[in-house]
């Protein structure tokens, strides 16, 4: 892909990250997850992932490496993931900042929106499409002696490809691509590939130590764990406001646990850890999101620096 550092080191410049679109390059915020802030620059089609993270090059390094391998590595498997590409440079402070680039794609199709828009057998067969894309890690995973992948499964990393949001129609042949690749969890002979500790980097430095004992590698293990990547999948239907959905998905996952993917012996989800495990995550994002708004505050206000990070505003769950 082309990429244009310069206009990235302008945007750098003059970015506000309290206010991300009113910065002197114009920007459409295209989403947020918990980490990163995804952005278009007007007039282009590429979509960059601005991931403040790094303190130093080889960290950065590492990092590119392990996202360009995490990336490989999925469109081995069989996933499609959008054309991507990585930049990253110092700063006029000499501070690194990093970016993960992707042809931007419709965001009418991806599927944290579209679920809105279809029926109730509609989005089963979504997400019938959703476990199938999943099962292909997995078997891989099982087959290799070397790689171990993880996703991340909610249904917002998952576009419709030909997605038309006039006639919002999902079919057995519908073809589902893959977007959130920033975060490149996978292990090479059991060492994971990137530094998972950099996942806290967002966190408050006085937090980091409590936060790495309390949740880190249970949150990283997870994402390896094809029954806990499903979990995620259905009890992200809380947060997306259509909890009705739920017992409907759990028995499509149970079935398809049962007849597709019987080789992988897991049992069976229940409704209950459905909405544990809603309940539990959804808990540790809001203290997460809490904690950085008062660091946000020491930051600019009491210390007068810069905040790099971007906080969503309310994110209802
Ligand atoms: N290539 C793209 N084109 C258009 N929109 C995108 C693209 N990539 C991401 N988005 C939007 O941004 C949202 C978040 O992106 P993504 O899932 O890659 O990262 P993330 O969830 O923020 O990751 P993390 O939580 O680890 O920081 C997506 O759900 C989607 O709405
Ligand atoms: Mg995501």
Redesign the pocket.
């Known amino acids: 892909m082309k990429i244009d550092i310069e206009l990235l080191k302008e945007f750098e410049k003059t970015l506000d990250t309290v206010h991300p679109e009113r910065g002197k390059i114009p920007i459409n915020i295209?989403?947020?997850?918990?980490?990163?802030l995804?952005f278009s620059i007007k007039g282009q089609n590429v979509?960059y992932?601005r991931i403040p993270i790094f303190d130093n090059e080889s960290q950065v390094k590492r990092h590119v490496w392990a996202y360009k391998t995490y990336n490989e590595l999925l469109e081995k498997i069989g996933l499609k993931l959008?054309d991507y590409d990585v930049a990253w440079f110092k700063d006029d402070m000499g501070k690194i900042q990093f970016y993960c680039i992707?042809?931007?794609?419709d965001?009418n199709s991806?599927g944290?929106k579209i679920i809105h828009h279809l029926s109730k057998e509609q989005v089963k067969l979504l997400v019938l499409l959703v476990l199938r894309e999943m099962k292909k890690v997995w078997d891989f995973n099982k087959k290799s002696q070397t790689y171990e992948v993880a996703l991340?499964g909610q249904i917002?990393?998952f576009i419709v490809i030909d997605y038309n949001m006039n006639n919002p129609k999902i079919e057995k042949n519908t073809k589902l691509g893959y977007?959130?690749t920033?975060?490149p969890l996978f292990r090479i002979n059991g060492n994971e590939a990137m530094e998972p500790e950099l996942l806290l980097k967002s966190a408050p430095s006085f937090l980091r130590w409590l936060l790495k004992a309390l949740f880190l590698q249970d949150t990283v293990d997870r994402y390896y764990d094809f029954r806990r990547v499903i979990i995620d999948l259905i009890a992200n239907f809380y947060k997306e406001q259509l909890p009705e959905f739920i017992p409907t998905l759990i028995d499509l996952a149970n079935t398809f646990l049962r007849e597709e993917a019987a080789d992988h012996e897991l049992t069976p989800i229940e409704g209950q850890e459905i909405f544990d495990y809603y309940k539990s995550d959804a808990n540790m994002w809001e203290i997460f999101q809490r904690v950085r708004k008062l660091d946000r505050f020491i930051h600019t206000k009491i210390l007068r620096k810069n905040y790099p990070f971007y906080l969503p505003a309310e994110i209802q769950r």
């Open positions: 295209l989403g947020y997850g918990e980490i990163s995804v979509a992932k959008p992707q042809e931007m794609i965001v991806v944290d991340d917002s990393n977007l959130d920033s975060t």
